[in-house]
């Protein structure tokens, strides 16, 4: 469960997120849609405790991030595939993650397969393409078999078949039961992928619906 709630969060002058709420279902997979400069990133960005709101709250599970004992256990996250160190390989990379996060090593094989990595383990993560490390990230999201999942942007420079891989992905982790928000720019492709839109604009709440709701009405 996600929960932001009347949050602002501002850069001096400039507001990036402006008295934003909308709660996140477990078991569906939630559309966070907006164009450019919305503050989609600013958002999980609070939730995820790498910047503090200036009012108001971001909560998962009913606790700030920073409050978590082991967050990577409760909320798995991809923000920017490219941030990944590109010295080790993959397995070294996630080996480091699950120990520095107290997450079983056995973990690492599992999600590995699961991205479909797993050839390309021992290769330098220096040499992946975008894909590639699009999937390296969704790994280490869910490397502590999370509850809840943020994914900023994950279809961005893919090409039709990672678009396709992606969204199965998203479907199969609300199955089981997972909350999961993904966000994106392109209403079409959230149409295919989300149960619900929370749609932003300038930091504000323009539309949180249901996109069988929204379909029926055209
Ligand atoms: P989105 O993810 O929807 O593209 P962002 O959350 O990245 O939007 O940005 C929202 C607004 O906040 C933009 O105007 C952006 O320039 C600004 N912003 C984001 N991060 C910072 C920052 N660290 N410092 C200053 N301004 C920022
Ligand atoms: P970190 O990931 O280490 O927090 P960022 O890359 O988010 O660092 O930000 C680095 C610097 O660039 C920040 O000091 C911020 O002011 C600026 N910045 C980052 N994103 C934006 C943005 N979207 N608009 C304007 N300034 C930004």
Do not use: C
């Amino acid at each position: 469960m996600i929960e932001v709630r009347e949050l602002t969060k501002r850069y001096g002058s400039s507001v990036a997120v402006d008295g934003l709420s909308f709660q996140v279902r477990p078991g569906t997979v939630t559309g966070f849609l907006g164009p450019n400069g919305a503050g989609k990133s600013t958002t999980m960005r609070v939730l995820l405790g790498l910047d503090a709101p200036t009012s108001g709250d971001a909560l998962v599970n009913g606790r700030r991030y920073r409050e978590m004992r082991r967050p990577m256990v409760e909320v798995g996250a991809l923000l920017d595939a490219n941030a990944v160190h590109g010295g080790r390989n993959a397995i070294d990379h996630l080996r480091w993650m699950a120990r520095s996060n107290r997450i079983p090593v056995s973990r690492v094989a599992a999600v590995l397969e699961q991205v479909g990595l797993a050839g390309v383990a021992r290769k330098r993560v220096g040499g992946f393409s975008l894909g590639m490390r699009q999937r390296l990230g969704i790994a280490a999201a869910l490397l502590g078999d999370p509850g809840v999942l943020l994914f900023d942007e994950p279809v961005n420079g893919l090409d039709p078949d990672g678009v396709r891989w992606i969204r199965e992905l998203m479907r199969s982790l609300a199955g089981e039961g997972r909350t999961v928000l993904i966000s994106s720019h392109l209403m079409s492709e959230m149409a295919l992928t989300a149960d619900r839109l929370i749609v932003i604009g300038k930091g504000r709440l323009i539309a949180d619906t249901s996109v069988r709701e929204l379909a029926e009405r055209f």
